[in-house]
């Protein structure tokens, strides 16, 4: 089955400073990909979605990076805040009827002042 | 839109008793998930349903869970004889029509069950 690595596990940066998380995933018929963020208990909230490879902006101050041809997926804070503490996910699906999400083990993101 | 809900929000059991989950989907979305989270294991897939049917049960524990989608309004996890390896948060998620760019799946505030 799809094996999705992420990298950091932990990142610390201070308010202004750009923030990259990585995930790699295994399986080529993945199509669709997902980053969710997760606050101190509470559930995921879909952050941002991307379906082919291009890079989207979403107006949030974060960017997402698809490369299929290497497997990878990023997402780049450009400008972190305090508010952008949590725990962020990647979540990879082949789309159709194999349409499960293989999550990523999350970067926990703490962003100081 | 109230979003997906799931209850109870919290659930304690002893150990080898049952707990039965819910979910109710987001009005209109055409099929519902679940996943576990676990700080080891991090978030797994358990099963799906789409327009009621189920499609994919991979995930599953096979013995002691089972899931039902008995209308559309709703969703169940049973897990019976609850282990304190079951303990964990279990996420339900919807997602819109099959088809185009609806994949996108949306998560309730999840049931977080304690095994004694």
């Known amino acids: 089955g799809e094996q999705v690595e992420q990298r950091p596990p932990h990142l610390s940066v201070r308010e202004g400073d750009s923030a990259v998380i990585t995930c790699t995933y295994t399986d080529p018929n993945s199509y669709y990909f997902f980053w969710y963020k997760q606050e101190p208990g509470a559930s995921l909230q879909l952050l941002m979605k991307v379906f082919s490879s291009t890079e989207i902006n979403e107006g949030q101050g974060f960017t997402v990076l698809l490369n299929k041809k290497d497997k990878r997926l990023s997402l780049n804070l450009t400008a972190a805040h305090p508010g952008d503490s949590a725990a962020y996910f990647c979540a990879v699906s082949a789309g159709g009827t194999g349409s499960k999400l293989s999550f990523g083990k999350g970067a926990k993101l703490t962003v100081s002042p | 839109n109230a979003g997906v809900i799931q209850t109870p929000r919290h659930k304690v059991t002893g150990k080898g008793q049952e707990a039965t989950l819910w979910c109710e989907p987001i009005s209109g979305h055409s099929a519902v998930f679940w996943y576990r989270q676990t700080i080891v294991q991090g978030l797994e897939f358990l099963t799906y349903?789409?327009?009621?049917?189920?499609?994919?049960d991979s995930g599953m524990p096979k013995e002691r869970f089972s899931a039902q989608m008995p209308n559309q309004s709703h969703s169940t996890l049973k897990i019976q004889s609850t282990q304190p390896q079951d303990s964990a948060v279990y996420l339900c998620a919807s997602s819109p029509k099959l088809g185009g760019d609806s994949y996108e799946q949306y998560f309730g505030p999840g049931t977080r069950l304690t095994v004694l």
């Open positions: 349903f789409r327009n009621q049917a189920p499609i994919d």
